[in-house]
């Protein structure tokens, strides 16, 4: 009888054991929903976290390197006219005319400096920022992507400039 007593009282308290075990606080975590689990993630948001204006001083900057593509584009507009007109009137290759011409077209690559330097820093400033911030604003990162955009078509198109001299002069 004695046997037949201890079984249950064993069990008992080897259930007693592992619901207080559950409510302790070596307890494993609950699966009940959390209440970030609750949000449903298909709603828009309203505006991003961080709405802040475009920083002024990186406004300036970007402002003055736009400026500056734009002056280098004027001045690399006549050298790359002059060195179009002499690659179409430049004869064999190697013959006086044609040097003249490769000589043009040197002066019109030279003249693409300030716009390349212009999107070089804008690319630099953007990077700068990630780096020593860790991230961007999106209106500075939209400031930056829109200047870098405008020079980048300007050094597009004065590329394509070169490349049809010098497909004409055939180097």
């Known amino acids: 009888m004695r046997l037949s007593l201890a079984l249950p009282v064993t069990i008992l308290a080897i259930t007693l054991t592992t619901l207080g075990a559950c409510a302790g ?4 975590p609950s699966l009940l929903p959390r209440a970030a689990e609750k949000i449903d993630p298909r ?4 505006r991003p976290a961080n709405d802040r204006p475009v920083n002024g001083a990186l406004a300036a900057q970007l402002a003055a390197l736009v400026r500056q593509a734009h002056a280098g584009d004027a001045a690399f507009d006549p050298a790359a006219a002059e060195a179009g007109r002499l690659a179409e009137a430049a004869g064999a290759a190697q013959g006086e005319a044609w040097i003249a011409a490769q000589q043009a077209l040197s002066a019109a690559i030279a003249a693409r400096e300030p716009t390349a330097r212009a999107l070089g820093d804008i690319d630099a400033i953007g990077a700068g920022k990630l780096q020593s911030q ?3 604003s999106p209106n500075d990162l939209a400031a930056i992507k829109s200047a870098g955009d ?4 300007i050094d597009q198109r004065q590329a394509a400039a070169i490349a ?4 004409r002069l055939g180097t």
Do not use: D, R, T, W
Request: aromatic content about 0%.
């Open 150 to 153: 405008e020079v980048g078509a």
């Open 134 to 136: 860790g991230g961007l």
């Open 164 to 167: 049809a001299i010098k497909a």
């Open 25 to 28: 606080p070596n307890a494993p």
């Open 43 to 46: 709603v828009p948001v309203e």
